[in-house]
């Protein structure tokens, strides 16, 4: 069980355009999802959070414009990455959890974005 | 001084040793600690989930966390060389998770 996706795993797109990550909760119901960004040998910086029909929480230094996140439902989640820059190239990952702060969160397997 | 220190290794060790990893914390409102696993180029998984000082075991993983000392330990027993990972110490208060660094580790058959 507490099984999250994400979809693409990979994706590479060129400077100027806008990518969309899907993060899904495969067998339970998500109130809240997260989204991190881990750079090679770094840890993972959380970049926001999102409850499912609110807007969603950015952390500071997070661009809300630049990182569309839509939490449409129970189960899924959306990172958008608008105007993408070869800066924003990184590993992005989902968590997904039941419980507003995050007890025991469920990871998907990451987004590796690169942007040329 | 950031919240969480985790040494980010690498560490090297052979198959069957007994591992240690650590981390320190400075802030005193966290409560609840993790111990992640991470495989290149994965989401992290979770390992141990503690909210108590002492110790808690599940097959050869052990978590030990003394809030005393802002010290949290993992400890892995018979070390196999599919543990090779990075291990990612998280922790808590009633606000997001922060994480450490992680910790590289191989196991060298």
């Known amino acids: ?116 | 001084q950031k919240e969480v220190e985790q040494d980010p290794g690498p560490l090297s060790v052979p198959e069957g040793a007994i591992v240690s990893l650590n981390c320190t914390y400075s802030n005193s409102a966290f409560q609840y600690f993790m111990w992640y696993r991470q495989y290149s180029r994965k989401g992290p998984e979770l390992l141990m989930y503690t909210y108590s000082s002492g110790n808690k075991e599940d097959g050869r993983f052990t978590a030990q966390v003394d809030k005393s000392s802002k010290y949290i330990s993992l400890f892995i027993r018979d070390s196999q060389p599919s543990d090779s990972a990075t291990y990612l110490c998280a922790m808590r208060g009633n606000t997001p998770l922060v994480f450490g660094k992680g910790t590289r580790l191989s196991v060298i058959a």
């Not at chain 1, 990518?19 to 993972?44: G, N």
């Not at chain 1, 910086?45 to 609110?54: F, H």
């Not at chain 1, 929480?57 to 189960?75: M, P, R």
């Open chain 1, 1 to 116: 069980g507490a099984v999250v996706s994400q979809h693409p795993s990979w994706v590479i797109c060129k400077s100027g355009t806008s990518v969309k990550i899907e993060c899904r909760s495969l067998d339970f119901q998500a109130t809240t999802m997260f989204w991190y960004r881990q750079f090679p040998k770094q840890s993972l910086m959380l970049m926001a959070t999102s409850n499912e029909g609110s807007k969603a929480t950015y952390e500071q230094g997070v661009e809300k414009d630049k990182f569309l996140i839509n939490h449409a439902s129970l189960t899924l989640s959306t990172l958008t990455v608008t105007s993408a820059h070869p800066e924003d190239s990184s590993f992005y990952i989902c968590s997904a959890s039941t419980s507003a702060v995050g007890e025991e969160q469920y990871f998907g397997p990451g987004t590796r974005l690169t942007v040329t």
